[in-house]
Structures are given as C-alpha cells and as structure tokens.
C-alpha cells in the first residue's frame, strides 16, 4: 500500500503569511493527488487536482506543485477563511490513501 | 444540480451490521467510480471502498477488508455499503463521494458501541 507521509501537521499562521504543506508517498504516483480543504462540521473540498491544477472557483492564492512522491500545497497568502485542516490523496494506485491532516491555525 | 444523499447511519452494538445507502441524482451513475470515505470524530480522512461504474471490480482498505461490502444498482442510482461484524473503530461518519469531479454528500453518523 502506498503511504502518504503529510508534514506539518499543525501550523499557526497569520493573515498574509505564506503557507506550505506538504505530502511525500511512499512510492511514485505519477501526478495523481488532490489537495483538500476541511472546515469543522463540512465534508471536504477539493481545491488541487493532478498535482498542480485548480479546481473550479478556487481563489488563485492556492497552488500545488510536485510529481512523483513529493507534492507541496501553498497559499500565497493566508486569508481568515483559509484557517481548516488540509488533507492530500493518492488516487494512483487501491487502496486510495489520504495524508494525515494539517491543521492550519490563527497565530 | 449533483446531489449525495446518504442514509442508513445510526447506532449498533459491537459485531452488528449496518447498511448504507446513498442515493445519487444529476449525474450519469452508471459511468462513474464511486467511493466511500469516513472519518471518525475529531480524526482524519480514512479512504474505505470504491466500486467501478459496472459494479465488477471493488476495492477495500485493510481496515474493512472482508467485513464490509460495496455494492451498486445502476437502476436506481444508489450506491450502497454493507458493514459486518463492526467495531468501535469504525465508529465515524461516512461519506459517499465521486472523487474525480469532487461531489461528496453530507455524510451519515456510525456509532459502534455497547
């Protein structure tokens, strides 16, 4: 199975700060990772796909780099609505495996 | 307007079964991988099964391999999840999701417990 190896896993941050997190699989995924944004009690929500491609409507300050096994998740700067927990997945290979969260906090 | 709508969550004791349902309108059903994810309180993300658009090929975690089934009628649109023999581990909320275009549902609460 592949691993998905998620750092930090907290970070706090303040409005304006540049945000990077970061997903390493245990084995070469192609460009096959989406990033994900979760806010209390909501189901999660897709802003990355294929590695570096912005979902419909996500604001341009998020963008994801990376192939193979390290991916990087940024925001260039950090909004007040931007503070939820992200999470990345591999969707290359079953069984599908999520990171293990970072939760982005107010400094 | 796609919609997901689960169903079926509720409270069962350790070693039950639960069946869940989600009911999918606004898309072409039938051609598309769907998946379900959990996640249990204050936890993360969790991947646990996906099942191809014909229903013939279907994929598990570890954590549910041979106590949970996928199934799918592309009649009705409705995907399903059978659980057996559950644990408190799998106490979470489970959503239904289309992975590559994004749709989730609201998702529905699993609480294993005696």
């Known amino acids: 199975d592949i691993q998905m190896t998620q750092s930090p896993s907290s970070l706090s941050a303040s409005v304006g700060d540049r945000v990077t997190i970061t997903c390493r699989a245990s084995?070469?995924?192609?460009?096959?990772l989406g990033w994900y944004q979760q806010k209390p009690g909501k189901a999660p929500k897709r802003l990355i796909y294929g590695a570096s491609s912005l979902d419909s409507g996500v604001p341009s300050r998020f963008s994801g780099s990376g192939s193979g096994t390290d991916f990087t998740l940024t925001i260039s700067s950090l909004q007040p609505e931007d503070f939820a927990t992200y999470y990345c997945l591999q969707h290359n290979t079953y069984p599908f495996t999520f990171g293990g969260g970072s939760k982005v906090e107010i400094k | 307007e796609v919609q997901l709508l689960e169903s079926g969550g509720g409270l069962v004791q350790p070693g039950g079964s639960l069946r869940l349902s989600c009911a999918v309108s606004?898309?072409?059903?039938?051609?598309?991988?769907m998946t379900w994810v959990r996640q249990a309180p204050g936890k993360g993300l969790e991947w646990v099964s996906s099942?191809?658009?014909?229903?013939?090929?279907?994929y598990y975690a570890d954590s549910v391999k041979g106590r949970f089934t996928i199934s799918r009628d592309n009649l009705n649109d409705t995907l399903f999840l059978q659980m057996n023999r559950l644990r408190v581990e799998d106490t979470a909320f489970y959503y239904c999701?289309?992975?590559?275009?994004?749709?989730w549902g609201q998702g529905t609460l699993v609480i294993v417990s005696s």
């Open positions: 999701v289309k992975v590559r275009e994004d749709y």
């Open positions: 606004g898309l072409k059903f039938r051609r598309n991988v």
């Open positions: 084995q070469g995924i192609g460009n096959d």
């Open positions: 099942i191809s658009d014909s229903g013939v090929r279907t």
